[in-house]
């Protein structure tokens, strides 16, 4: 029994470089056009214009913390409408679901930022150092003036990416060529340096360092996934049944004729190569698979090469092996109480999240009883209750607002301060895309009979577009 | 020897080396702090020395050392007050050089008074009148449009800037309403008759036993020179109307008899000589826009 140092032992496997070989197939191009699809999107969206009229941003994506605004295109939010997020981050979250219920771990294989990045890192990587076989080689030979360009190089490049990275991130929060000719002539706010220092930093270091590392030990996506999952959403599965046991082609046909039964798989090892995370597929499902289908594109190359038929790897699952090494037909269930509750429910989110936008108003009027005193006995004997009203304008332009009440005979709404009126009632001016508070009194003559608290309606309708928005409130009286 | 103490401190349980101490059979695993662990508690050390170098770190007799930027938290706070100072004086320029009138008509000026109105009226009012002006017994309720001295934004700022039977302020109203009973003007049954004929004329009901038309013609010969013959009040005196809804100290037969035999005077301070003129008139705004100006 050997003595064991704690401080030998590491907290996690020390992790092996993974050296991925570059391959070529259906789902890499797929990869690819996803990544270009999905990082064109991050880095050029900030500079796209949408006219919003005179006083807002003419920013198609923006989020204006300094004004507490967020637009997105036709949708402008205020602080208030965040439920909007809350309803996006659902749908994430369901469409996650939805996709880990179909097939696994789509997520992580080709749409995570952590994915599309290494990826994209993993193509400078091979662009400066060449495949795997000559990366490994490189890494292992002493230090000569070719190795050093190529790693300077490379790592030059990612830094630039990175910096890039960081620098569209900081575009999203601000008019976006203005903040590039200020970050050009050093006059940007210091957050904005702070912020792509940091999404600088993190780029290079995760997408270039950490990498697999990232998807195995630090997110907790791939434990969430596990425990979503069931039998039958498609993971990328290395069918054994077809492939065992694993031995040459020679051998194969050597076996064969004499009967013994052989596998497809001729142990290449081209799958493990290709692999980016560095694991093999071939031992089953694994934590460390993150599912990009990079093995299949390579195991089909290798079938097609020796004339086998393709799809040894392939989306499938394991109880499809075990029913066709029993002897059954595979089994294929897209459509199953999980999938059709997670379309369901998306449906009812979006449908939701629709339906509030559609509907959604320019105009808000809130209303705030005054509490010192609750009400006013007038020398007539009226009584009177003041209010502080907000109105909210959403809209670019400064807009009229005529304010009414409703709900008790006689009642009658004044405002104080300076104001028109429009057909005796109060109309309030609220600056475009802002809002305004105003104290209001209302008051019921002498002779109508009070309860303590009588229900009453407050409405603010446009003068010009006719919007109307209402809110309720009581009435107190002694 | 050696081989014997290596297996005293492994314990094969865990696959962990032991410290070698051991109480009743139960041994200490070794389990060092991990390196990061010491490398940042060692790093934060340093960390510390720098601190005590940048910022004010160590307490002296009377004093503390400084620190070579300079800093401290009472000059942060000063200089906040110096820029909340700048821009109030900012504000206030316009306040203090507008009318009351051209402060009532202008949106952006009215909008700074009500701001500065309403914390001077916390600060220095609400004592008395209520957080909203709402008034108690005795302290009229600012929110009416019933005025002892007048609801208008010049008579409310006199009201303000003199007070009400202010020793101090030698142009504070006055008004003395004589204490009839107290002074022997008026015997008990009388002072009944003219409560009643109050009543009768803020349209209140009366005790059957007054004499209501002894107490009108009392009315008209003690009380009526300055509440009017028909006791609507006169606001040049600070009389006040007593056929409205509003009453200040009661309607009722007890209260009326206590304010017609003992008289009631309340007082209200001269805030001219407390406050500036400026905040004066943002209180005047203030008062005036509760919801009974005039
Ligand atoms: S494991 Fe996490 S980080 Fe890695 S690809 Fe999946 S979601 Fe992204
Ligand atoms: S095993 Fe295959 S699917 Fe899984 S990460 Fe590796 S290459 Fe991608």
């Not at chain 1, 009229?400 to 005979?409: E, K, N, R």
């Not at chain 2, 009643?196 to 009526?224: M, S, Y």
Request: net charge neutral; glycine share 8%; hydrophobic share 40%.
């Amino acid at each position: 029994m050997a003595v064991i140092d704690a401080d030998d032992l590491p907290l996690f496997a020390p992790s092996k470089k993974v050296y991925p070989q570059s391959v070529a197939g259906p789902y890499r191009r797929a990869k690819w056009i996803i990544l270009v699809l999905c990082l064109g999107i991050y880095y050029l969206l900030p500079f796209l214009r949408w006219d919003r009229g005179p006083n807002l941003p003419d920013q198609a994506v923006l989020a204006d913390l300094a004004n507490n605004r967020f637009y997105f295109f036709f949708i402008e939010i205020w602080p208030q409408e965040i439920y909007y997020f809350t309803g996006l981050l659902i749908i994430a979250a369901l469409v996650l679901f939805l996709m880990n219920a179909v097939a696994g771990r789509v997520w992580c294989g080709y749409l995570c930022p952590q994915t599309v990045w290494t990826d994209l890192f993993l193509a400078v990587e091979r662009a400066f150092e060449g495949d795997r076989r000559e990366r490994i080689r490189r890494d292992e030979s002493p230090w000569s003036l070719d190795k050093a360009w190529r790693k300077t190089g490379k790592h030059a490049v990612w830094l630039v990416i990175a910096w890039w990275t960081g620098g569209a991130w900081v575009l999203y929060f601000a008019d976006a060529p203005t903040l590039v000719r200020e970050l050009a002539t050093f006059t940007a706010p210091v957050s904005a340096y702070v912020w792509i220092a940091i999404l600088t930093f993190t780029t290079y270091s995760l997408a270039g360092i950490m990498r697999e590392q990232v998807c195995t030990y630090m997110c907790p996506w791939p434990r969430i996934q596990a425990a979503l999952t069931d039998d039958d959403a498609l993971n990328v599965t290395y069918r054994y049944d077809r492939g065992e046991p694993r031995v040459s082609v020679k051998q194969a046909q050597r076996l064969r004729a004499e009967g013994v039964p052989a596998g497809d798989c001729i142990d290449c090892n081209q799958c493990v190569a290709v692999c980016p995370t560095g694991v093999d597929i071939r031992d089953g499902a694994q934590v460390g698979c993150i599912q990009c289908g990079l093995c299949i594109d390579a195991c089909n190359t290798v079938m097609a090469k020796i004339a086998y038929p393709t799809g040894l790897i392939a989306y499938d699952t394991d109880d499809n092996v075990k029913r066709r090494i029993a002897g059954h037909r595979p089994v294929y269930r897209l459509l199953r109480l999980r999938t059709a509750i997670y379309a369901a429910l998306i449906l009812v989110v979006g449908g939701a999240m629709i339906y509030q936008l559609a509907t959604r108003q320019t105009a808000g009027i809130s209303v705030l009883h005054e509490r010192t005193p609750l009400f006013v006995k007038l020398s007539d004997g009226s009584i009177r209750n003041s209010y502080t009203i907000r109105l909210l304008n959403k809209r670019p332009e400064e807009r009229p607002f005529a304010l009414t009440v409703s709900g008790l005979p006689g009642v009658r709404i004044e405002t104080i301060g300076p104001q028109a009126t429009a057909d005796l009632r109060p109309v309030v001016t609220v600056e475009p895309d802002s809002s305004r508070e105003i104290r209001a009194l209302v008051t019921v003559p002498a002779d109508v009979h009070l309860e303590k608290s009588q229900p009453l309606t407050f409405t603010a309708s446009d003068l010009f577009a006719g919007e109307i928005v209402r809110a309720e409130d009581h009435f107190i009286a002694p | 020897m050696d081989g014997h103490h290596d297996r005293d401190n492994f314990d094969s349980v865990t696959g962990h080396s032991t410290t070698g101490h051991e109480w009743d059979g139960i041994r200490e695993l070794n389990t060092p702090l991990p390196r990061w662990w010491l490398g940042v508690f060692y790093a934060t050390i340093i960390w510390s020395v720098g601190y005590w170098v940048v910022y004010p770190a160590w307490p002296l007799l009377t004093d503390a050392t400084r620190g070579v930027i300079g800093y401290a938290t009472r000059l942060s706070i000063e200089q906040d007050l110096a820029t909340l100072r700048d821009f109030r004086a900012a504000q206030s320029k316009g306040l203090a050089e507008a009318s009351l009138v051209q402060i009532k008509a202008d949106p952006d000026l009215f909008r700074v008074a009500m701001a500065q109105g309403k914390a001077a009226f916390g600060d220095n009012c609400a004592a008395c009148h209520g957080v909203g002006g709402a008034g108690a017994k005795g302290f009229p309720n600012l929110n009416d449009d019933d005025w002892l001295w007048g609801g208008s934004l010049d008579t409310i700022r006199t009201t303000i800037q003199h007070g009400i039977r202010f020793a101090g302020d030698a142009d504070t109203r006055v008004s003395q309403m004589p204490a009839f009973g107290r002074d022997k003007m008026l015997t008990p049954g009388q002072i009944n008759d003219v409560a009643n004929h109050v009543r009768a004329i803020a349209g209140l009901p009366t005790q059957p036993r007054a004499d209501l038309a002894a107490g009108g013609k009392l009315f008209a010969e003690n009380c009526a020179a300055c509440h009017g013959e028909a006791g609507k009040g006169n606001r040049e005196m600070g009389a006040p109307n007593l056929t409205d809804a509003i009453t200040l100290y009661g309607m009722d037969v007890a209260s009326l008899t206590e304010t017609i035999t003992n008289s009631r005077n309340g007082v209200m301070p001269a805030w001219g000589g407390r406050l500036d003129p400026t905040t004066v008139k943002a209180l005047t705004i203030y008062v005036h826009s509760l919801g009974g100006g005039e």
